[in-house]
């Protein structure tokens, strides 16, 4: 009913910079909150950032400063700039969101299958 698609990830040198996108699709009356969620086989999913409709940000400390989170709420877009990478920044990253689908009053998560950055030399 709802898809998530990333794109933007790939293979970085460290100090470089990428920037991921993940368009929303389908049966979508309302996207709430969006955000960018990464995890490695080591550690659990955790939060990179997150921005609501109205464009307010939250961002795990560890890409505070680096990291900036956007989104098009025309397009069901958000956006991650990712500056200053690091090796330890190395993950699968998911996009999400918080959608209300047409015919239904609840919301929901939905989430990417995911996109991989590399931050190596």
């Known amino acids: 009913q709802v898809r998530l698609v990333e794109s933007g990830g790939g293979l970085v040198q460290p100090g470089g910079s990428l920037r991921l996108s993940c368009a929303a699709s389908g049966s979508i009356f309302s996207i709430n909150a969006m955000g960018w969620y990464r995890q490695t086989p080591e550690n659990q999913r955790e939060l990179v950032a997150t921005?609501?409709?109205?464009?307010?940000?939250n961002y795990a400390e560890a890409v505070k400063g680096r990291f900036t989170i956007s989104r098009d709420n025309a397009k069901n877009t958000v956006y991650l700039q990712m500056n200053s990478l690091k090796p330890e920044d190395t993950a699968v990253y998911y996009c999400?969101?918080?959608?209300?689908?047409?015919?239904?009053?609840?919301?929901?998560?939905?989430w990417g299958k995911g996109t991989l950055v590399t931050v190596s030399s």
């Open positions: 999400n969101a918080d959608t209300r689908i047409s015919g239904i009053f609840a919301s929901r998560d939905y």
């Open positions: 921005i609501t409709t109205g464009g307010s940000t």
